[in-house]
């Protein structure tokens, strides 16, 4: 497999393109993961008695 398959392949566009993607899902999940972990932490946080009882103080 040469020439224009080998072209194709280490096309430097599809693999810019390539990248983008990637970066975009991984910036998504980053992002959504992150929230979950912050919503997480919010509600541990406000349902834990000991930090409530700190805070009112």
Known sequence: MGGIAGVLW?????????????????????????DGILETLWKWRCLTPNNRAMHES
């Open 10 to 34: 280490f096309n430097p566009w599809a693999m810019a393109g390539n990248v983008a993607i990637a970066v975009m899902v991984s910036g998504v999940a980053t992002w959504v993961f992150r």
